[in-house]
Each structure stands twice: as C-alpha cells, then as structure tokens.
C-alpha cells in the first residue's frame, strides 16, 4: 500500500459545514493527488501536489481547497459541502515520475 | 494526455485468458500505457505498464500494437478474484494527473 493511510474512512456532514479530509504517508514521496469518483464512474482528479506548498489543480477542483505543509500530509478541504460532494475521495502517490501511482483505501463522505 | 477507449464490459471463464482491449490512437510518443483494476470500492491497483515494448510481470502482460494506438493486458489464467474493473490510461512521465474514464467491468464465471 506504500504507507498510504487516508481519513477518516467514513464520513457524513451536513450541507454547508466545511470537511477536511487527510491523506497521510509514511515514505516522504514527493507527488500526492486527490481523485473523487462517483458511482459507476471513473476517477477524476481534483488537485495535486509536487511538494511542500507545491499544489494545482486538477479537472474537477471548484469547490475544493487543498493544502500540504508537511511532506507526509496533503489535506482536502470542503469549504462548505453540498450534496454534489458526496462521494468516495482517494488520495495517491506517484514514487517518481514515469513510475505507477498508488492509492489509498478511499474515504467515502456522505453530505446530507 | 490522450484518451483512451475500453469496452464497458466483458465475460471471461475461469481459467481462461482474459484479453482486455484499450485504443489510444492519439498517444504521443513520450507517453505511456498503464494499466489498474479496481475491486469493489477499493482503491485501484497498479497492474503494469509500458511505453513502446510489450511487458510482462506476475500478474499480467500488456501487448502494444507496433503503432501504438492500441494495447491489450492479458490476465493469462482468469480467476474468479480477478473480477474487477480494468482501467487503461495513458499518461506522459506523470501517471497519477490522470484521466479515468469508465474502464472495462470484467466479470470472470465459473
């Protein structure tokens, strides 16, 4: 799982409450993503990050805020959830470039 | 990065080859062929990968047209746990800023 831990596993919010979502690694890898899917979908891409205050954004990122200030930790923010939020989140991590990606267990956040 | 096209579904009985086609006609030729399956909700699961070569590991083979435009993995012996969905993106030097598209649910039966 390349020290890939993601939480909480499970969540539920309300609308308009902010949620942050942690993805945590335990081998100081430089590349990190956040992916949302949706049911019957494929992954999309939300943000990324290259390093430390490194981050941009992905296809689907309106909505979202991220933030990485220590190498093992890239948080994804929900300034105010809305329905449309809800999904599984995955975080991944890229060893180097030109090499796979590897996710996490996934987060799944319900906003009711 | 291009895009790719997969069948949405396909059968295969176990114990069989399962061949899992990708078309990618717009690839470029810094970019690579990766493959991941996704079991249930898990997170998906590197399978393998390649640029121009065709490549092989434990789990699968992945066979690259001359061209490039199209490559096919290959599960050589099926089993009822391979039953996933099989996504084939292509990606140039940086695999995880990629696309999913919907991937092909493969449904292995006794």
């Known amino acids: 799982d390349a020290g890939i831990t993601q939480s909480p596993r499970h969540k539920v919010t309300e609308t308009g409450t902010p949620v942050t979502l942690r993805c945590h690694q335990t081998?100081?890898?430089?590349?990190m993503y956040w992916y949302r899917q949706d049911p019957g979908h494929g992954l999309r891409l939300i943000h990324y990050?290259?390093?430390?205050?490194?981050?941009d954004k992905g296809e689907v990122s309106d909505g979202y805020s991220v933030s990485r200030s220590k190498t093992e930790d890239f948080l994804l923010t929900l300034e105010s959830a809305t329905s449309s939020q809800t999904s599984v989140y995955f975080c991944?991590?890229?060893?180097?470039?030109?090499?796979?990606?590897?996710f996490g267990q996934g987060t799944r956040l319900t906003v009711v | 990065d291009a895009k790719t096209t997969q069948p949405t579904s396909m059968d295969c009985a176990e114990g069989r080859a399962a061949n899992l086609p990708c078309n990618h006609s717009t690839i470029s030729g810094n970019e690579y062929v990766y493959w991941y399956r996704q079991i249930h909700s898990q997170g998906p699961q590197y399978i393998i990968h390649g640029l121009k070569n065709n490549e092989t590991n434990e789990m699968a083979s992945l066979i690259i047209t001359e061209d490039r435009k199209s490559s096919t993995l290959i599960l050589p012996h099926a089993t009822l746990r391979d039953t996933a969905v099989y996504y084939c993106?292509?990606?140039?030097?940086?695999?995880?800023?990629?696309?999913f598209g919907d991937g092909t649910t493969l449904t292995v039966k006794p």
């Open positions: 993106i292509v990606a140039q030097g940086n695999a995880g800023k990629s696309t």
């Open positions: 990050s290259y390093g430390v205050k490194d981050t």
């Open positions: 991944a991590i890229l060893l180097r470039l030109e090499s796979e990606a590897f």
């Open positions: 081998e100081n890898h430089r590349y």
